[in-house]
């Protein structure tokens, strides 16, 4: 019995991803285009089993509203709108007009573009200037990482009671537990690993998947 995570060596990982849900065309296609067209940005996209886990936590959640603070070419915010139903709702914050150009071809022929609403700008602002009210089922941060802390104190409010929250690359490929890494985006992941550690509003669990993806819940019974 092991006590510890494997390491993930790159046979493991295509392993895992073979016996994940498969990854269909229409991702296919957006991991290859966005790899083409942005190869200096392409290891911004989450991967195939992030996704298939986002979308299968989404589902069993039985998430109606989602917010994603990070858009680009749109990868994880397919694999969330794709678990609402007819009437749910994301609302994707990025400040890209051309990355996100991509994501809203993709919404489309993927059939969800109609349950999501891209707003351009500052996420920060944009999340300010929500009604301070529980609306959110589940929240998806992945956008600069020196924000993280300020994107979760306007999204917590905004939770519904027993609403899930997703901040990802919260291992920030290892460089957390290196004290001789001063970078500024590695010291804002740690500081906002530290906060919710002591944020008695949730409960939360760090996932080895992909780059660290932090699962934590609202304290509170849904409604339904
Ligand atoms: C890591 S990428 C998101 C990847 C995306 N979740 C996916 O799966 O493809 C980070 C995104 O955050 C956006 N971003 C950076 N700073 C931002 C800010 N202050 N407000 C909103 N979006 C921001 C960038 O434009 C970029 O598209």
Excluded at 15 to 29: E, G
Excluded at 77 to 99: F, K, N, Q, V, Y
Excluded at 115 to 127: D, V
């Amino acid at each position: 019995m092991t006590r510890t995570t494997e390491t993930i060596t790159p046979e493991l990982h295509s392993y895992l991803v073979a016996h994940s849900a498969p990854v269909d065309d229409v991702l296919a296609d957006l991991v290859e285009e966005t790899e083409r067209r942005f190869p200096d940005f392409r290891g911004m996209q989450i991967g195939p089993e992030q996704g298939a886990f986002m979308t299968l936590l989404a589902q069993a959640s039985g998430a109606r509203d989602i917010v994603e603070v990070g858009t680009f070419t749109g990868y994880s915010s397919l694999c969330l709108a794709r678990a609402l139903p007819a009437d749910g709702t994301l609302l994707a914050c990025d400040i890209s007009e051309e990355w996100t150009s991509v994501a809203r071809r993709y919404w489309e022929r993927a059939g969800v573009a109609d349950r999501i609403t891209l707003t351009l700008g500052p996420a920060l602002e944009t999340l300010r200037a929500l009604p301070e009210e529980p609306r959110f089922d589940l929240a998806f941060l992945d956008a600069d990482k020196t924000g993280y802390i300020g994107y979760w104190e306007e999204l917590v409010p905004r939770m519904r009671p027993g609403g899930l929250l997703l901040a990802d690359n919260t291992l920030s490929h290892g460089r957390v537990v290196d004290p001789s890494n001063t970078d500024e985006a590695v010291q804002g992941i740690r500081d906002f690993n530290d906060r919710l550690v002591a944020d008695d509003r949730v409960t939360q669990v760090l996932l080895p998947i992909g780059d660290g993806l932090t699962l934590a819940r609202k304290h509170g019974t849904a409604l339904t």
